[in-house]
């Protein structure tokens, strides 16, 4: 089970780094604007999305 734990980490960080190096950010300002920023957005974009569904369905 921890193998598959360090697959995944390892391959979440080296896309971090690869994001990095494309967007010439670095692999710290990718992590930061990812955990952050983008996270937080889309945990409530997607909260917005649900709520709008729940009183759609309560129209109905």
Do not use: C, D, S
């Amino acid at each position: 089970m921890q193998e598959i734990v360090y697959i995944i980490f390892n391959l979440a960080e080296a896309g971090l780094i690869f994001l990095g190096i494309i967007t010439g950010l670095g692999y710290e300002m990718v992590n930061y604007l990812l955990f952050v920023y983008i996270q937080p957005g889309l945990i409530i974009f997607f909260f917005i999305l649900w709520r709008r569904e729940k009183k759609k369905k309560q129209k109905i």
